[in-house]
């Protein structure tokens, strides 16, 4: 087997750029050099305490220096890392640290009232991500040897488990392996997110999700550029951060990139951006076309998910933008678009024509955590099933259609929320929309606009009636929308994608 640990992206850059920033957090800056001595210092604490190379470490932690850090420690010291989401109940994180076997957590001082619980319950030990005393040892320990480098790993060996977002119950971990994330970082960075090492990208998507530590860290660490660490996204303070930090790479998810279109609204001299990546949900196009044109850049909208590293396709500056697509896929993976009247079976449909999206490649995960039943449903002769709808064109520009869970069916015709929802985000008052489907006794299933308003339009306040005729006029009669709920604002998860289950279970409960 080749030895390889996810460890070596930042000791790599270390050794290359000592004294350039790694990252700015807090207002404090931190070197390659600094922030990878910290980390394998925390590395040896951890030795101390009695982790060993393929143990487990839960990490909770929000956007600050204190992840990379402990993130790479762990790494460091051949353990695993578990991120634990940072809006999980105490009952949930006991479930994430169990089932993955987590030995210990690391965890924010500001968020101990929620780990600090969990963690007694199973009887483990916290340790403080602060530093210097990140990692501490516990009183009674014998010192370990401080490390040199990082412990060495094999390429398949687990280097991170992420805990699906649990839409069909209780979260699955998600196993990637060092070869998963190295790719992915390397080939997101190299070829297909065009990274360079003078970049400032703004850190905001959450770093213990895969999007946020795979476009936002590791890329970034990988060419040696700067990561400019944001707690808490608004797009007023992450508007601000662009302009004190001269940030010059946006990764965000839509919510993100509508938030931050809100904040410049009415703002001339907006700061200059060279490269900007969406993903995490469907961007509307017309969110892109307003951004695109205020912020003067080009949007790159990609695709992937928790067990694909996460990318798998992506518009770029070499391939060109096709909008509504997510781009062709990157270096070293494959999509098959197979029929899904035969799931069993690999049974690809031309180009053009609607599938399953099904992925292989050296990003596809080793499978879920202790569950060989759900990992034999996810895989096919090597091809994991996304779940995911799409279509394949004749130049390999991949198109998603929507989640097969969130397709609606009324009166046996198949609705796509997707293509709804970029008609709707065009009518005249309306900020941002949702479609999903409710239950209905005649058709099986209705479709339902949830809808923000826009407060600044200035043709009057949108109103259910003049939502449905506006749909009407532009939607074929079995998917314009017979029903409208307004809201103040979506219920968003912690990656800020809309949870449309949520949305689906406060309609029916009439909230």
């Not at 991170?160 to 390397?186: C, D, E, R, W």
């Not at 069993?344 to 992925?359: A, R």
């Not at 069916?409 to 609705?415: E, M």
């Not at 005729?469 to 929308?481: C, M, N, Q, S, T």
Request: charge should be negative; proline fraction near 6%; aromatic fraction near 6%.
């Amino acid at each position: 087997m080749t030895a390889l640990s996810l460890a070596a992206i930042l000791e790599g850059s270390a050794r290359m750029y000592p004294d350039e920033t790694a990252v700015i957090s807090e207002g404090e800056s931190y070197s390659y050099g600094e922030l990878w001595r910290q980390a394998l210092g925390q590395a040896t604490s951890l030795r101390s305490s009695g982790v060993a190379a393929g143990d487990v470490v839960g990490i909770m932690s929000p956007n600050v220096v204190d992840f990379p850090r402990s993130y790479y420690a762990v790494l460091a010291a051949g353990a695993v890392v578990v991120p634990v989401h940072l809006l999980l109940t105490v009952p949930e994180v006991v479930h994430v640290l169990r089932d993955s076997g987590a030995t210990m957590l690391i965890c924010h001082p500001s968020f101990l009232a929620v780990g600090g619980p969990a963690a007694a319950e199973l009887g483990l030990p916290v340790l403080t991500s602060s530093w210097p005393d990140a990692g501490a040892a516990p009183e009674g320990t014998t010192a370990a040897e401080p490390l040199a480098t990082y412990v060495t790993r094999q390429a398949e060996d687990p280097a991170v488990v992420f805990y699906t977002s649990g839409t069909t119950g209780q979260p699955k971990g998600a196993i990637l392996t060092h070869v998963n994330m190295v790719m992915n970082a390397t080939v997101s960075a190299v070829d297909a997110n065009d990274v360079h090492h003078e970049d400032i990208a703004l850190g905001c998507l959450p770093l213990f999700h895969v999007f946020g530590q795979t476009a936002s860290m590791n890329a970034v660490f990988r060419l040696g550029a700067t990561l400019v660490l944001l707690p808490r996204f608004s797009g007023e303070a992450a508007l601000q951060m662009i302009r004190d930090q001269h940030v010059d790479v946006f990764h965000g998810v839509p919510t993100m990139y509508h938030q931050l279109l809100a904040a410049a609204e009415d703002q001339a001299g907006l700061p200059k951006l060279r490269l900007c990546v969406s993903g995490g949900a469907a961007l509307p196009q017309a969110v892109m076309e307003r951004f695109n044109t205020a912020f003067d850049v080009t949007i790159y909208e990609g695709y992937g998910l928790s067990e694909t590293s996460p990318v798998v396709s992506t518009n770029n500056p070499r391939s060109g933008v096709k909008p509504g697509t997510v781009g062709p896929v990157i270096w070293g993976v494959d999509v098959l678009v197979n029929d899904r009247n035969t799931p069993g079976s690999l049974s690809p449909v031309p180009h053009g024509e609607l599938g399953e999206i099904l992925v292989r490649g050296h990003n596809v995960f080793a499978g879920y955590l202790g569950n060989e039943e759900a990992t034999a449903e996810a895989m096919i002769d090597g091809w994991f099933h996304t779940g995911d709808l799409g279509t394949l064109d004749d130049d390999g520009f991949l198109t998603i259609v929507d989640r097969t869970k969130d397709v609606i069916i009324r009166g046996g015709f198949n609705v796509y929320p997707r293509e709804v929802e970029e008609v709707l985000v065009r009518c005249p008052g309306i900020a941002q929309v949702a479609v999903i489907g409710v239950p209905d006794a005649e058709r099986g299933e209705e479709v339902c606009a949830v809808v923000i308003r826009d407060t600044g339009h200035d043709g009057g306040e949108v109103t259910e009636e003049g939502i449905i005729e506006w749909a009407r006029e532009r939607l074929a009669k079995h998917k314009y929308p017979r029903v409208v709920r307004f809201v103040d604002e979506f219920p968003l998860g912690p990656s800020h994608k809309i949870l449309k289950r949520e949305l689906r279970r406060s309609v029916a409960e009439g909230e």
